[in-house]
């Protein structure tokens, strides 16, 4: 075999070194193992997974090869909609998602031999930054028990990390993909706006929303994204850029690739250990080759309020029914958040919309102009303990979680491709990471990079200490 | 009722997009974000 990542496992499969059989029973016996701790599954579908893999394994034994994925055992938010599994969105409601139109993208995924494992834990209806869930249990993670995984997508983060699948779809409206990734050291994607199909996932933001990978490496992400990418006609939002093969370029090196370190903002408060976890990543960077400066970004704090701002107003109103007729079923800091939105004006709303619009022109412009990628951290805290968590009040807890999102959020107001990449481990052995940010629709430069990173650094080899 | 801290905070946001908003031009509008994204990034003017 040559190793769990999702590269590797395909590889596998296609070599006939392992068949899809055994790949999905390698995860299972690991999800029975582990996953009462970790709670990474709303809902296991063993027997479905194991259905698909026998149908996969005859499909190859005949020569029959459904596409780069063939066999490789997957996990999905649970907003993403599958048919024959209800989608809770993380609600105490089984099916608060019902509808038959699937999620595209998983769609995609599965229609190239992806075999889904199942419905992962969230955070309810994807709002919050730790993983927490009153209803399904609090997502652990991996790499030292009792501590947030991140999230909203928690249990794609937390299920990768601890080897449940090979990669998972998230969703990031204001760090949900990357949050996690940072969390629980795995790599994860938030494409640009527009580049991947939200069509059958959950809406929190329609303004804000996108849909990405989280898988070991950024070899692993590219071959997911090359498959999650692309035009479709049930999101009207996607674009009709062509799709690269992002796993093309991945070994071309970056010598020459401009790097900005923001002087402002994104190390402001920064956890010591965090920051220098990030700076040595730079300097890492630059002996590859990478040209490292530091860059004044244009205040990210203005589109930190106007992302904040349209998130809540969109999230109000999509989700107002559960919050009007049957508000008891959500969690307090759900609730708290649901009505802020509901104070908000049209006119600031609207006025919200045209500036993200201007924001964004002119950091893309003067940004873009100076460097081809941005450093900064993914979490600007150690990933907190859960019981911490759990004593604070529903406002203290929510105006932390904001705090905890804010390195991540302005890039979702400013729908620019952002990458976590793991890039070590704090002293007491929870994963640290980078966000490394490019222009839109550059996601192969930040995959490159990303992969460089990786194969040098190494720290994708290391795994966490389930067993 | 909301709590007042967050209130105060969204207030404040309120505020912020408020004093930017009266540097807009007459033509700005919210598709321009994927205008942006797409590279068709002209400054809108004031027609």
Redesign the interface.
């Known amino acids: 075999m040559s190793d769990e990542s999702l590269a590797g496992t395909a590889a596998d499969i296609r070599a006939r070194r392992i068949s899809p059989v055994e790949a999905v029973e390698r995860c299972l016996a690991r999800i029975h193992k582990w996953d009462g701790r970790i709670r990474a599954f709303i809902r296991l579908d063993a027997e479905g997974a194991l259905e698909a893999a026998r149908s996969l394994e005859a499909d190859a034994s005949a020569g029959r090869w459904r596409g780069p994925l063939h066999g490789v055992p997957l996990g999905f938010k649970d907003l993403c909609r599958l048919r024959g599994l209800p989608t809770s969105c993380g609600t105490r409601t089984p099916d608060y998602f019902a509808g038959s139109g699937e999620c595209t993208a998983a769609r995609r995924l599965l229609d190239a031999g992806g075999i889904s494992l199942g419905k992962l834990n969230m955070t309810e209806l994807a709002m919050g930054a730790y993983g927490d869930n009153a209803h399904h249990g609090d997502v652990d993670n991996p790499w030292l028990a009792g501590h947030a995984a991140g999230g909203s997508s928690s249990g794609s983060g937390a299920g990768v990390a601890a080897g449940f699948f090979a990669g998972a779809v998230g969703s990031d409206t204001g760090g949900s993909i990357r949050l996690p990734a940072g969390c629980c050291g795995v790599v994860g994607l938030k494409p640009?706006?527009?580049r991947i199909s939200r069509a059958g996932a959950m809406v929190l933001s329609w303004s804000m929303d996108h849909l990405g990978p989280l898988a070991w490496t950024a070899r692993d992400a590219a071959l997911m994204l090359n498959v999650m990418a692309g035009s479709d006609p049930a999101d009207a939002?996607t674009?009709r850029?062509a799709v690269p093969d992002y796993t093309a370029g991945l070994d071309g090196g970056i010598k020459g690739v401009r790097i900005g370190v923001p002087e402002n903002y994104f190390f402001d408060g920064v956890d010591e250990e965090i920051a220098a976890g990030v700076r040595r990543a730079a300097r890492e960077l630059e002996g590859l080759g990478a040209r490292v400066a530091q860059i004044r970004l244009p205040d990210p704090t203005?589109m930190m309020?106007?992302s904040?701002?349209i998130t809540?107003a969109e999230a109000s109103t999509v989700h107002a029914r559960v919050f009007r007729e049957r508000p008891q079923d959500l969690q307090p800091m759900v609730r708290?958040r649901l009505?802020?939105g509901t104070?908000?004006?049209a006119y600031?709303y609207?006025?919200?919309?045209?500036?993200?619009?201007?924001l964004?022109?002119a950091f893309?412009?003067e940004v873009f102009a100076e460097v081809d990628v941005l450093l900064t951290p993914v979490i600007p805290e150690p990933q907190p303990a859960l019981s911490d968590l759990k004593s604070a009040t529903?406002?203290v807890f929510?105006?932390r979680a904001g705090r905890f999102s804010r390195l991540t959020r302005p890039f979702n107001g400013l729908?620019l491709p952002a990458i976590s990449v793991p890039c070590g481990f704090t002293a007491a052995g929870l994963p640290l990471g980078f966000q490394a940010v490019g222009r839109?629709?550059d996601e192969s430069l930040l995959l490159k990079l990303a992969h460089t990173y990786q194969e040098a650094a190494g720290w994708h080899r290391r795994r966490s200490s389930l067993d | 009722m909301q709590p007042k801290e967050q209130q105060v905070a969204q207030a404040s946001m309120a505020d912020v997009i408020e004093r930017l908003a009266g540097e807009l031009t007459l033509a700005e509008e919210p598709s321009r974000f994927i205008a942006a994204l797409e590279g068709e990034e002209a400054e809108p003017g004031n027609e």
Not at chain 1, 350 to 358: C, E, T
């Open positions: 640009t706006y527009g939002t674009s850029r203005v309020d106007v904040m701002l809540r708290i009505q802020m104070g908000i004006s600031d609207l006025q919200a919309l045209r500036l993200r619009a201007k964004t022109r893309v412009r529903a406002e929510n105006t729908g839109p629709f």
